[in-house]
């Protein structure tokens, strides 16, 4: 069974006369696109969920580009609970025009261990000014990575 989480991306739009457009990503948790996801004896315990303007998915590769850029934060939420498998499924977020990289990242913690970080996938989204996808949504051969 292979398992996509679906993340909806809403993106403001700048004219007033234009609605917001959806955009959904399809993130794959069980390896079957991203083997990073399906691979490794660690078991994946919580994830981090977010969007990186400026910049796209090659320069995103296990954590490098967190916090680069004023990023904006999916999951976990605002209230610091962990982004376990279950909370990924239908997240939203608005997305200004411009270039995001939107990033998963899977991670593991041991008994009284720091989290190591697994795997990552990144995916490109590209949102034009009339608030429409511009650009490739889809997980690239560089958006996936073994991180641990």
Not at 7 to 16: H, N, P, Q, S
Not at 52 to 76: F, K, M, N, Y
Request: with cysteine; proline share 5%.
């Amino acid at each position: 069974m292979v398992a996509m989480v679906r993340v909806v991306l809403l993106v403001g739009a700048l004219a007033a006369c234009k609605s917001p457009g959806t955009i959904t990503l399809d993130f794959d948790l069980d390896g079957s696109a991203c083997a990073a996801f399906g691979s490794g004896s660690a078991t994946i315990d919580h994830y981090v969920l977010y969007a990186e303007p400026g910049i796209d998915c090659s320069s995103c590769g296990c954590g490098t580009c967190a916090g680069s850029h004023p990023a904006v934060l999916i999951c976990p939420s605002a209230n610091g609970a962990e982004c376990k498998r279950e909370s990924l499924a239908g997240q939203v977020i608005a997305l200004d025009p411009g270039i995001w990289a939107v990033v998963l990242e899977a991670y593991s913690s041991g008994a009284g261990s720091a989290a190591r970080l697994l795997a990552s996938e990144c995916i490109d989204v590209v949102i034009d000014h009339d608030g429409q996808m511009g650009g490739p949504a889809s997980p690239g051969s560089d958006g996936c990575s073994a991180c641990d």
